[in-house]
């Protein structure tokens, strides 16, 4: 995982991404929300911010373990739950 | 003695001069340095790294663990270059390393004659009194790798990025192999190889490819792979990598350390990185003159150098004769070769040993050499059959070539949780699964034959270009036919006596020796990765291409455990040395950082600005006028601001426009202080808070219009600050009608502050102007424009004085700042700033430590009067409202004149262990005439009038301190409102 497929921009330098946080698990209280990070093998849900470049939030779905990226969402967008 | 037998493939007649050591001697296009020195006859090339004993060349690769030079000098000095990497150059400076004074005489190396040679964890367990640390600056200097150089060098390294279907690593058979047939397939290829010329073992094997001698089909194959847009470097080597993203290193010969660095990003990669010969163990086999069989090839055939006069070849397998044949036609006389494998093992081999025999050559079977004899280097060996009680006898040579093996170099197949497994048959480790990009083939997989080797490497090349949708016409691999199985047998050490184990070399680098094994076992390290810790075995710039094998062989051996269940510990990348300027790339000198410049840097940096970098800003600490230091300098320009009036560049502020029919609503879950209760054209000193409730910066929030804000912040925030409103923009109230602008450099801000102000701005901004200056109260705002460019006055104060933020346009900043200049007003800079913040008890940023929630900064008030925003559920937590909580408080010294820094830990008198708080913030207040200080302390202790002892370890100081409230200066704030 040297990129990031961003999707207004495509595939760039992982230095232009700047990591923000591994998502708690849905429903979760505000407390878990703030300080709990859920680290799995296999999925990890991160928000990453496209920094130095469209500075798109992005949502990036990947396999810790391999470093496969399976998707990379943007935040926002009105279909966005 | 001249050692030069014949022309070698890689030599062409054009000869130069270098200097080793201080010596010019000469050298031929084609040398390196170790194929140079061995010409000329020199057997001591370095010491080792503990023992101070003498070394040789072993290898005839990057593997060299002994003969590690330093090249250049100054600031372009390289040092730890194996010398059999370093292809020479006219004019190149060598230094040997890790003697003193000279190679020949080293004081050091006396250690190895004390009563025992140092073992694994002597240093460590014999110099405890003191203390370790009163000894390590000595024993850092004797033992050791060459010297980093002190000088910078300035030259940028060349940075390459290179895309490509499938990279092969290693120009080798396999590796050409898997070249051919991937780009015939139409996949990009690019192919590395590390030497100057690819071929590998073709270049002196006996071998014949799809009917033409080896070298030759190397050469086809090439050219076909480069017809196809395929890209061979050589001299590059790739060191190591990630899913995706590749790094090699391509040397540029006679510039030491002016590297090209690859950064190339395959679909495939294919490592097909070869193996590494291995001596066996026995005793002094360290002595100069041992040397691995396949190095002693490699120097004739490729620079023509004979590596000695007389050999005696050893090993376990039946590539030994081959290459005693080709020796001895080479000119180098073999006086015997040295089957360890016993006569039933080594049948394969009776045709090679009958035609050695005819031509004078000795070939003994079920022999070992037990040890070497000589004292400077080799003059002969003493052998014995393995038998029972057999007689030893001594043979005459002055080298010995061994070769316990070849060690796979899977070291590309280990990284991203890659695992080895032993491979009985080869005698080694091969990598386990590997991941869909990345596959190894040929005798990194353990594979030693020739026509093997090519079936393996094609195999890979083809199939990793079918995976990525390539296909082919016609795919027939090539054909090859070399030199027969070797038939290895499992043999690692020769038989000796507990004495004689501290001799046997496992790890010539770090000088791990049999008993270094043993005593790590009797201590209880029996895992392969403790031994590797506790022994060293294995680190340093060889990573354990020579030993790790051998020693998890021997370590099995004696624990009685099996060599697969010892396993092989993980080597690192890089796979050879790197210089740490080549990693840094371009990221180096005024390219690690941008420098952000204000549009009135330049008036600064031109008028005496003293201007340090801040973030990425460069701004000015204060104002040169007549060589005083930057504390008495503050001091005047803050006495002058509340005396008469000043200007201060604050253009570095985050400055963001939110704007929109949700702005409003929006600003109001960002901030902690409600901005929809703002009236358009004014403006509200805002806070905001983390998700846990800390403070996260604090700025003004100004209303344009009912629909648009301009936001400031902090300037260490300003990044983040956009981010954090970007991200809940995106996430939280995401669909809202809010759209965030950075306008940061849009707009250049003017702080002028002071009693003058007013009538300065009345008299420099002229007639439009003067009606807004008389009108706004504090915190209005006006628009117009100045000179035909935008211009926004705020009324604001950070200082405690009447003051104005001038927002305008880049372009007007520098006349409109001359102008103010010319009008009285003198510039102050950041000294001036934070004394003028500290006297009004406003934050000066080590308050903002996100450790304070508002309450606990004394913002009651505005907590009260806050509304639900980001933060505020996890600040209303039980443990945020205790006693002990941190409190900002003022300080002053209680005799009113003693000086105290920040930093300095409080606690009462009594008290010497627990600390009630520290000082955030102090400096000298020429308002106040004393220093004064912003501290957090416990709620507790925070009454006013209480005596506190500042204790300053560091700087020795104790000093009795008074809280007082935080705003040292006219509390009341009428200087402010006037």
């Known amino acids: ?81 | 003695m001249i050692f030069r037998a014949r022309r070698g493939v890689r030599l062409s007649a054009e000869s130069f001069e270098f200097s080793f050591d201080g010596r010019r001697l000469t050298a031929q296009q084609g040398d390196t340095l170790a194929s140079a020195l061995l010409a000329k006859g020199y057997r001591l090339m370095g010491r080792s790294f503990k023992y101070r004993r003498r070394r040789g060349l072993l290898t005839a690769g990057v593997e060299e663990p002994n003969a590690l030079v330093t090249v250049g000098s100054g600031p372009f000095q390289v040092p730890n270059v194996p010398s059999p990497q370093l292809r020479l150059a006219a004019g190149m400076v060598i230094t040997s390393q890790n003697r003193w004074p000279s190679l020949r005489f080293d004081l050091a190396s006396l250690a190895q004659f004390g009563k025992d040679f140092l073992g694994a964890g002597f240093y460590y367990k014999t110099f405890m009194w003191p203390s370790w640390r009163f000894y390590e600056p000595l024993i850092r200097r004797l033992a050791g790798l060459g010297p980093a150089p002190r000088d910078c060098d300035v030259a940028p390294p060349d940075v390459r990025n290179l895309d490509c279907d499938v990279l092969i690593a290693g120009g080798g058979p396999a590796g050409v192999a898997a070249a051919l047939a991937a780009s015939r397939s139409g996949a990009r290829v690019v192919l590395c190889e590390r030497d100057s010329a690819c071929g590998g073992e073709l270049e002196f094997e006996t071998a014949t490819v799809d009917g033409e001698s080896g070298i030759v089909w190397i050469a086809a194959a090439l050219a076909e792979v480069q017809r196809r847009r395929g890209l061979v470097l050589t001299s590059t080597a790739v060191v190591g990598g990630t899913n995706g993203l590749i790094v090699a290193l391509q040397q540029s010969q006679g510039l030491p350390g002016a590297d090209t660095y690859y950064r190339i990003r395959p679909r495939r990669f294919i490592a097909a990185m070869g193996s590494v010969e291995r001596p066996l163990a026995f005793i002094d086999n360290d002595r100069p003159g041992v040397m691995l069989v396949n190095a002693a090839e490699s120097y004739l055939a490729r620079q023509g150098v004979c590596v000695g006069r007389e050999a005696v070849l050893f090993g376990n397998h039946d590539r030994l004769y081959a290459a005693a044949r080709r020796l001895a036609a080479g000119g180098v006389r073999v006086r015997a070769v040295i089957d360890v494998r016993p006569t039933s093992l080594s049948q394969t081999s009776e045709g090679s040993r009958a035609a050695l025999a005819g031509v004078g050559i000795e070939c003994l079977v079920g022999h070992a050499v037990l040890r070497t004899l000589g004292r400077f280097q080799v003059r002969g060996v003493q052998v014995a059959s393995l038998e029972p009680r057999a007689r030893v006898r001594t043979v005459a040579c002055d080298t010995v070539l061994v070769s316990g093996g070849w060690s796979p170099a899977i070291h590309a197949g280990l990284s991203e949780g890659g695992t080895s497994t032993y491979l009985p048959q080869a005698n080694g480790f091969a990598a386990g699964p590997q991941p869909s990009w990345r596959a190894l083939c040929g005798a990194a997989n353990g594979i030693f034959e020739l026509g093997e080797v090519l079936a393996d490497g094609h195999r890979a090349g083809a199939h990793a270009a079918l995976s990525l949708g390539f296909s082919f016409d016609s795919a027939r691999a090539p054909v090859g036919q070399g030199d027969a199985s070797p038939h290895l047998y499992a043999y690692w050490r020769a038989p000796t006596g507990r004495s004689g184990e501290r001799r046997q070399f496992v790890d010539f680098q770090n000088d791990v020796t049999v008993a270094d094994l043993r005593q790590s076992l009797d201590e209880g390290f029996t895992d392969i990765e403790h031994v590797k810790r506790y022994t060293t075995l294995g680190v340093g710039t060889d990573q354990g291409r020579i030993g790790a094998v051998l020693g998890a062989a021997i370590l099995a051996e004696l624990s009685g455990r099996d060599v697969g269940v010892i396993g092989q510990f993980r080597a690192r990348p890089p796979y050879q040395p790197v210089t740490m300027k080549t990693v840094a790339g371009l990221r180096a000198g005024a390219l690690l950082r941008p420098v952000r410049r204000t549009p009135l840097e330049a008036w600064h940096a031109s008028h005496g600005g003293m201007l340090e970098p801040m973030g990425l800003w460069m701004r000015a600490r204060y104002y040169d006028r007549g060589g005083i230091d930057a504390a008495s300098a503050g001091c005047e320009e803050a006495a002058r601001v509340r005396a008469h009036g000043g200007i201060f560049d604050g253009s570095t502020l985050g400055k963001f426009e939110v704007v929109g029919p949700d702005a409003a609503e929006f600003l109001d879950r960002m901030y902690l202080t409600r901005a929809s209760t703002i009236k358009v054209d004014r403006s509200k000193y805002m806070v905001n808070l983390r998700e846990d409730g800390m403070v996260l910066d604090d700025g003004i929030a100004l209303r344009i219009a009912a629909d648009r804000f301009l936001v400031t912040t902090s300037t260490g925030h300003a990044d983040q600050m956009l981010s954090h409103f970007e991200y809940y923009r995106d996430t939280e109230w995401a669909g809202r009608g809010v759209s965030i602008t950075d306008v940061s450099e849009a707009w250049a801000v003017i702080v002028c502050a002071g009693p003058a102000s007013r009538q300065t701005l009345c008299a420099v901004l002229g007639e439009g102007w003067i009606e807004p200056l008389g009108r706004l109260t504090h915190m209005g705002f006006a628009t117009g424009e100045w000179r035909g460019a935008a211009l926004r006055l705020l009324r604001a104060s950070f200082s405690g004085e009447l003051a104005f933020e001038l927002h305008c346009r880049p372009r007007i900043a520098i006349p409109l700042w001359q102008a103010l200049v010319d009008s009285g007003l003198l510039p102050y800079g950041i000294e001036a700033l934070d004394i003028l913040r500290l006297e009004k008890g406003y934050l000066i940023g080590a308050e903002l430590n996100g450790q304070t929630t508002p309450l606990d900064l004394g913002m009651d008030a505005l907590v009260k009067a806050g509304n639900p925003c980001i933060g505020r559920a996890l600040m209303d937590r039980g443990g945020l409202h205790r006693v002990d909580r941190p409190m900002l408080v003022g300080v002053r010294a209680v005799d009113g004149r003693s000086k105290f820094l920040a930093g300095a830990q409080l606690t009462t008198p009594e008290e010497h262990v627990r600390s009630s708080g520290y000082i955030t913030s102090s400096a000298y207040s020429p308002a106040c005439g004393e220093w004064i200080g912003l501290a957090l302390l416990a709620r507790q202790q925070a009454q006013a009038g209480n005596v506190l002892l500042a204790r300053d370890p560091l700087r020795g100081t104790e000093t009795r301190l008074r809280v007082t409230s935080p705003v040292h200066y006219d509390p009341s704030g009428e200087r402010m409102k006037s």
């Open chain 1, 1 to 81: 995982m040297n990129r990031l497929t961003c999707p207004f921009c495509g595939a760039r330098e992982l230095e232009e991404f700047l990591f923000h946080k591994t998502l708690a698990e849905p429903g979760s209280s505000p407390y878990a929300d703030t300080y709990e990070r859920v680290s799995r093998m296999e999925e990890s849900l991160e928000h990453w911010q496209h920094v130095s470049g469209c500075r798109a939030w992005l949502r990036v779905r990947r396999n810790p373990s391999t470093n496969d990226v399976q998707e990379v969402r943007c935040l926002g967008s009105p279909e966005d739950p």
